[in-house]
């Protein structure tokens, strides 16, 4: 089945550094890839959609100067954490669809725990 | 946009079936509904989607009303490693193609012995 890889898993990083986090399809392409954000006991919430090759679309209330994202080839999508604060602290999840379709739905990530200090 | 409503929690004897109920009446014609869930700290997993007809994998069977205003998951036989939130999803279509999966509360599924 399709497998979507994110790493790290786990990041602690100070207030004020960027941090990046990486989805990458193992073994499908995927020319749109989805960021999630989920904060304890709380629903998945959509940040931005990552379209290979082109501008990402971000969400009303998502700040796109903050939340870098660049999709460069048909298997990875990064999203930077542009000079993070402790509330950005948070539970990030990126999904992805084959390009070429397929029963599985949209695949998602394992999630990437970021703690900024 | 079409949203759904599902219990925010539910209980389940092992061995059991787990119905799980979604509501979801501004569905459009062309939107599809979908079933993950999340185990704690864990990306959401795929269970199973559908249009209009009733569909069946290896992980559970999806009840679609006739009105396609609410569906059921069910599963068969619930372990205790299906505990996890559910999640009913309706896909939307975006202006220009391409689609995103918007996710509700949930319903947080206990199964007990």
Redesign the interface.
Known sequence: GAV?S?HPSRVICKSGTSVKIECRSLDFQAT?M?W?RQFPKK????MA?S?EGSKATYEQGVEKDKFLINHASLTLSTLTVTSAHPEDSS?Y?C?A?DAQGGS????????T?LTVV | DAKTTQPTSMDCAEGRAANLPCNHSTISGNEYVYWYRQIHSQGPQYIIHGLKNNETNEMASLIITEDRKSSTLILPHATLRDTAVYYCIVRYILTGGGNKLTFGTGTQLKVEL
């Open positions: 979507v994110q749109t989805f999630y629903s998945l919430m959509l959609t379209n539970f999840i999904s669809r599985y739905g949209y695949t998602f990530g394992s999630g725990r």
